[in-house]
């Protein structure tokens, strides 16, 4: 349906052109009114028309007046003008501003109905070209779209290979000047959305062409930088200040063979972020960084010697020669390629050799080693710092921990094979653990949790066992049997034997001695 405005200052001829329009086709237009030229504009600015028919001579603002205003809006309505008065400099005003008809009053119902079926004649024509310019545009823009993916995605790729896909794909206008773009934000998958409706209604303002890189991030490529600033402002206060937006901007391109190397720039820039400390929207720009120095070489002789401390008492040294990979001279002036360089050393010689060696740690320290292994886990440099520190501290204490664990369990066995070479004699835990260089709080607390009992019952069933062994395959007296395997006296033994086993000495040894004997009989 159509949408027809009618302006006229006689309410009899306004009524009377809806009637006749509407008898003659039935459905096919939303007719308005209107009783002057400033009335019909503010109608057409609420509800804008297809056609407007009006007349010329009417108070407040005339016809003239109303179709001026009229042909100054983009894709403005088609213009029909009715007047009564037949003037020649109407008529030429009237085609000066694009008029499509001229028709005088009284009207003629023929002329009418002929004027507007050659306007829907128009309009048709005109949406058709529309329509197929739409779908020209929708398959120029996806090709331009996948020949940048191309290029961006391919690494080997000369800057001849890429002027001559840029040109076949019509990105030429961009030449002589224009800016890539990429942005990276806290929901990239909303905000590319969200970008390219920003960007939809800016381009006027500049030739651009938006779209969504291998991560996620829109990316924008375009004639102006005012572009990529208003639209990360837009998007991060559109989000409340919820999160960093920062937008990496390449130097300025020429020709469209410089296409790849200004996406680079731009990835190049956005990394920049991380060492900027930022916690709102930035625009980060690849000109002002590129004197950074590339020069910095990543110190491995330091990691190194973080490698050897680690499970030592060094734990200030450590973190000493943390701060040399990353001094404040080095975070000011170093390429962001250093920082990225000492990262992947520290998870391939340090964190990495320490789980390969002694296998995984706690949950926690997990948790730590899987956020140190990248930088662009985290938003600002000193974050990543902190963690590291963090994860090196807890790696130390882990490794230092097993090695304890170790050396109590190499101590206590050797302990134990000195109370079994010993059993017989006069021993304390006092002896034992001074064989060992051991604390004597610190080795009663570890024989316990190596032996599952105490030192003491340790001993006693140790001589017990001994004892058994004596009663059963000898005929030692129980005197000489309680002196071979260390007690001092015969009440001694025999109060220990009956508690441990319930009965005396001699009890047990009838005991095995009726056995055996009733086995022979």
């Given at each position: 349906?159509?949408?027809?405005?009618?302006?006229?200052?006689?309410?009899?001829?306004?009524?009377?052109?809806?009637?006749?329009?509407?008898?003659?086709?039935?459905?096919?237009?939303?007719?308005?009114?209107?009783?002057?030229?400033?009335?019909?504009?503010?109608?057409?600015?609420?509800?804008?028309?297809?056609?407007?028919?009006?007349?010329?001579?009417?108070?407040?603002?005339?016809?003239?007046?109303?179709?001026?205003?009229?042909?100054?809006?983009?894709?403005?309505?088609?213009?029909?003008?009715?007047?009564?008065?037949?003037?020649?400099?109407?008529?030429?005003?009237?085609?000066?501003?694009?008029?499509?008809?001229y028709l005088l009053k009284p009207i003629i119902?023929?002329?009418?109905?002929?004027?507007?079926?050659?306007?829907?004649?128009?309009?048709?024509?005109?949406?058709?070209?529309?329509?197929?310019?739409?779908?020209?545009?929708?398959?120029?823009?996806?090709?331009?779209?996948?020949?940048?993916?191309?290029?961006?995605?391919?690494?080997?790729?000369?800057?001849?290979?890429?002027?001559?896909?840029?040109?076949?794909?019509?990105?030429?206008?961009?030449?002589?000047?224009?800016?890539?773009?990429?942005?990276?934000?806290?929901?990239?998958?909303?905000?590319?959305?969200?970008?390219?409706?920003?960007?939809?209604?800016?381009?006027?303002?500049?030739?651009?062409?938006?779209?969504?890189?291998?991560?996620?991030?829109?990316?924008?490529?375009?004639?102006?930088?005012?572009?990529?600033?208003?639209?990360t402002d837009h998007l991060a206060s559109a989000?409340?200040?919820?999160?960093?937006?920062?937008?990496?901007?390449?130097?300025?391109?020429?020709?469209?063979?410089?296409?790849?190397?200004?996406?680079?720039?731009?990835?190049?820039?956005?990394?920049?972020?991380?060492?900027?400390?930022?916690?709102?929207?930035?625009?980060?720009?690849?000109?002002?960084?590129?004197?950074?120095?590339?020069?910095?070489?990543?110190?491995?002789?330091?990691?190194?010697?973080?490698?050897?401390?680690?499970?030592?008492?060094?734990?200030?040294?450590?973190?000493?020669?943390?701060?040399?990979?990353?001094?404040?001279?080095?975070?000011?002036?170093?390429?962001?390629?250093?920082?990225?360089?000492?990262?992947?050393?520290?998870?391939?010689?340090?964190?990495?050799?320490?789980?390969?060696?002694?296998?995984?740690?706690?949950?926690?320290?997990?948790?730590?080693?899987?956020?140190?292994?990248?930088?662009?886990?985290?938003?600002?440099?000193?974050?990543?710092?902190?963690?590291?520190?963090?994860?090196?501290?807890?790696?130390?204490?882990?490794?230092?921990?097993?090695?304890?664990?170790?050396?109590?369990?190499?101590?206590?066995?050797?302990?134990?094979?000195?109370?079994?070479?010993?059993?017989?004699?006069?021993?304390?835990?006092?002896?034992?653990?001074?064989?060992?260089?051991?604390?004597?709080?610190?080795?009663?607390?570890?024989?316990?949790?190596?032996?599952?009992?105490?030192?003491?019952?340790?001993?006693?069933?140790?001589?017990?066992?001994?004892?058994?062994?004596?009663?059963?395959?000898?005929?030692?007296?129980?005197?000489?049997?309680?002196?071979?395997?260390?007690?001092?006296?015969?009440?001694?033994?025999?109060?220990?034997?009956?508690?441990?086993?319930?009965?005396?000495?001699?009890?047990?040894?009838?005991?095995?001695?009726?056995?055996?004997?009733?086995?022979?009989?």
């Amino acid at each position: 349906m159509r949408t027809l405005l009618i302006a006229d200052d006689e309410r009899n001829i306004r009524n009377g052109l809806k009637a006749m329009i509407e008898r003659e086709y039935p459905g096919a237009y939303h007719i308005f009114l209107a009783a002057d030229g400033q009335q019909a504009l503010e109608q057409f600015m609420q509800s804008p028309a297809d056609i407007v028919l009006t007349d010329i001579r009417m108070p407040i603002m005339d016809g003239i007046a109303l179709i001026k205003q009229l042909t100054d809006i983009v894709d403005g309505p088609a213009l029909l003008i009715l007047s009564g008065y037949d003037d020649f400099q109407y008529a030429k005003e009237a085609i000066k501003h694009k008029v499509r008809d001229y028709l005088l009053k009284p009207i003629i119902r023929e002329d009418l109905f002929g004027a507007l079926n050659r306007i829907e004649a128009e309009l048709k024509q005109q949406e058709s070209i529309h329509n197929k310019l739409e779908v020209t545009d929708k398959y120029r823009k996806g090709m331009r779209i996948n020949t940048l993916q191309h290029v961006w995605a391919r690494s080997d790729m000369g800057s001849e290979e890429v002027a001559s896909l840029a040109l076949e794909a019509g990105l030429q206008e961009f030449e002589p000047s224009y800016y890539i773009g990429i942005l990276d934000s806290p929901d990239n998958q909303r905000n590319v959305i969200k970008g390219q409706e920003y960007l939809s209604g800016r381009e006027l303002e500049g030739t651009l062409l938006s779209l969504e890189d291998k991560d996620g991030r829109l990316v924008v490529l375009a004639s102006r930088q005012e572009l990529l600033q208003g639209m990360t402002d837009h998007l991060a206060s559109a989000s409340g200040g919820t999160g960093t937006f920062a937008t990496g901007i390449s130097g300025r391109g020429e020709t469209v063979g410089q296409l790849k190397v200004k996406y680079e720039e731009a990835r190049h820039a956005l990394k920049y972020r991380l060492l900027l400390g930022r916690s709102d929207s930035i625009l980060i720009h690849y000109e002002q960084l590129k004197h950074r120095s590339r020069s910095y070489q990543v110190p491995e002789d330091t990691i190194h010697k973080l490698a050897n401390m680690m499970g030592t008492d060094r734990d200030k040294e450590m973190k000493m020669l943390l701060l040399e990979l990353f001094s404040a001279p080095t975070l000011a002036e170093a390429d962001i390629d250093y920082f990225e360089a000492v990262s992947l050393k520290l998870n391939e010689q340090v964190f990495d050799k320490v789980f390969y060696t002694y296998g995984e740690a706690s949950i926690e320290i997990i948790k730590l080693y899987k956020m140190a292994g990248s930088l662009y886990n985290f938003t600002i440099i000193h974050d990543y710092i902190q963690c590291v520190e963090g994860l090196l501290l807890s790696l130390n204490d882990y490794i230092r921990s097993l090695k304890s664990v170790h050396v109590d369990q190499k101590d206590m066995f050797k302990a134990a094979e000195y109370i079994r070479d010993n059993f017989d004699k006069e021993l304390s835990m006092t002896m034992v653990s001074n064989h060992v260089s051991l604390n004597y709080s610190y080795f009663s607390q570890a024989f316990k949790e190596f032996a599952g009992m105490s030192f003491v019952q340790y001993l006693k069933n140790l001589r017990i066992g001994k004892a058994k062994e004596l009663l059963e395959t000898t005929e030692l007296k129980v005197l000489e049997i309680g002196e071979k395997v260390g007690f001092d006296n015969t009440k001694h033994f025999n109060r220990v034997f009956r508690e441990t086993l319930g009965v005396t000495p001699l009890e047990y040894r009838q005991s095995i001695n009726s056995r055996i004997n009733g086995k022979s009989i």
